[in-house]
């Protein structure tokens, strides 16, 4: 996830609202905390213009 960030310098406000979930969320899979849901990475994806798989490393 942080080198999806990297890669477009997409801010954790911008991501949080274009997925629907809240801004401490991102912040948690940020630090580790929490991991998303496989329907949460298919949101991720979609906003990072990447294949799911790409966030699952297979």
């Keep these: 996830l942080h080198e999806a960030f990297n890669e477009t310098h997409m801010s954790v406000e911008d991501l949080a609202s274009s997925i ?7 912040k948690n899979w940020l ?3 929490t991991m ?3 329907q ?3 949101k991720l994806a979609s906003a ?3 294949k799911a798989s790409w966030f699952l490393d297979i």
Excluded: H, W
């Excluded at 629907?20 to 991102?26: K, S, Y």
């Design 36 to 38: 998303p849901r496989l």
């Design 20 to 26: 629907g979930v809240g801004e401490n969320t991102v």
């Design 31 to 33: 630090k580790g905390k």
């Design 48 to 50: 990072f213009d990447k």
């Design 40 to 42: 949460m990475i298919r």
